[in-house]
């Protein structure tokens, strides 16, 4: 596939540049190379359990050297959306403590109990226990509104598949009986429109969403005018690629031979 | 009204005679009054995370002695509805630690792993943990179908409502896609059956079922033949229960309230 007119590329995290703790074969080079070719980009991930910060370590342990506004997270697309449009509004996190950084860290304001949130802002929660799926769950009883930083169902841990955000989202819907009011993560405009801003001045169809997401990563490009790569490092196989409704614009076995194939061309370009 | 035709009660545990660890008032002197009286008693309670022994080791501690063939909980019926309907086939517990005990002394076999486990039993999981949820759901993703013990939404705790059962199901449900296969608490037809086959010998029409939620007690008796009392010592006020469509045939302050009515009318009778 040409991608001359492709200036920047959004790409996904988890099954993508890493796993678990583990950055996948040749991402950390890939990402690399984006940098000394000074090719723009931006990280965009479903996790809303990390903040920014807590992200750019991550990454940093791994090799990989970015500032904080080349990671757009759903944590931080949360904390824009609340910010915009419920200002001052009193919020009760449920889920790992990245996800309350991130909200701090946009002056969201946190509730002091559960009973006078506005909001309960569900993400997911590695380190869940009953009290605390209680306090939520009494958050919600008391009249906040249900916004999901993401409604992804599993991901691939170290031990085996894991239960993702749509389980923490389940729990509270289920025996509260109310439904979410807001879902932020990909494939959500939110997000497509916060990884375009973060790339300035580039347009939709100047760049390539990566990730290895039919739903989310290439479900975003498509719905939103962006080229559509898939990489198969993580949650699918290239048969089930092939029998997606809508095909990814390319299939690779990992980021770094998209890149290398993007470099390659540039090259020839001269 | 007209207690004359009863000959016994099926009594609700949670709200109606026990709230957290504390008996409510009168509960005790009401039991005993029943077995100075000779009259048949069954409890029968939605739990499922409790065996029928540790269900004995509480009310023993209050103060009502009684033998396990007079408590029937809903761990209790899914493990003589996988006995009867699922021969052999294993299981893999998804709650707290008394329902394994319960299948156990039925001899239900326990998977080793869960991606062995024909049948995922959900029930109230107080010590829940991010790590048992994966292995529930890793039962579900490998093909075992769903069991709820019940599918109740809360329960008064100490510290204020707390997310029954209906949350643990809420997460494997979502997070799957797959859907329950059996939800074997009050009001089924499963637990009107094994409570009236502890009273043996009673019709339905002899027994009153006395508990504090509509749904599931009053609901019980109205679907079964049994009269009904309402108790206003949990769940549910006076005024909820004049709204309900399934008039109970008593509301009562309390369970003592009813005994003494009961047994003042035995005593008329002479």
């Known amino acids: 596939m040409e991608l001359n007119h492709i200036k920047g590329f959004i790409i996904d995290l988890d099954g993508t540049v890493y ?48 500032p904080q506004h080349a990671i757009v997270l759903s944590s931080t697309v949360t904390a824009h959306f609340l910010q915009q449009h419920y200002t001052g509004e009193a919020v009760w996190p449920f889920g790992d403590s990245g996800l309350e950084e991130e909200l701090r860290s946009h002056h969201i304001p ?7 949130a506005r909001w309960l802002v569900i993400t997911l929660h590695e ?18 509104s249900i916004i999901a930083t993401n409604n ?11 239960i993702d955000v749509a389980g923490m989202i389940g729990a509270i ?36 969403v990566v990730g290895d997401s039919l739903g989310s990563d290439i479900g975003l490009g498509k719905q939103h005018g962006m080229a559509t790569a898939l990489v198969l490092t993580g949650n699918t196989t290239r048969e089930q690629a092939l029998a997606y409704e809508h095909q990814p614009d390319l299939i690779c076995d990992d980021l770094k031979q ?9 090259n020839e370009r001269g």
Chains 1, 2 share one sequence.
């Open 258 to 266: 998209l890149v290398d194939h993007y470099i390659e061309q540039l």
């Open 110 to 116: 946190i509730a002091d109990v559960p009973e006078s």
């Open 173 to 208: 819907v289920h025996a509260t009986g109310e439904s979410v009011a807001h879902v932020m993560g990909k494939p959500s405009a939110l997000m497509a429109h916060t990884a375009l801003a973060a790339l300035d001045g580039l347009q939709a169809e100047q760049c390539v």
């Open 19 to 66: 796993a678990g703790q583990h950055a996948l074969a040749g991402a950390v080079e890939a990402v690399r190379k984006l940098q000394q070719y000074n090719i723009p980009f931006v990280f965009l991930s479903n996790r809303g359990n990390y903040s920014r910060k807590m992200c750019q370590e991550k990454l940093s342990k791994m090799g990989i050297e970015v």
């Open 127 to 144: 380190s869940l226990t009953y009290r605390e799926l209680n306090l939520a769950f009494r958050a919600v009883r008391n009249g906040a």
């Open 152 to 162: 992804d169902r599993m991901f691939p841990g170290e031990e085996g598949d894991c």
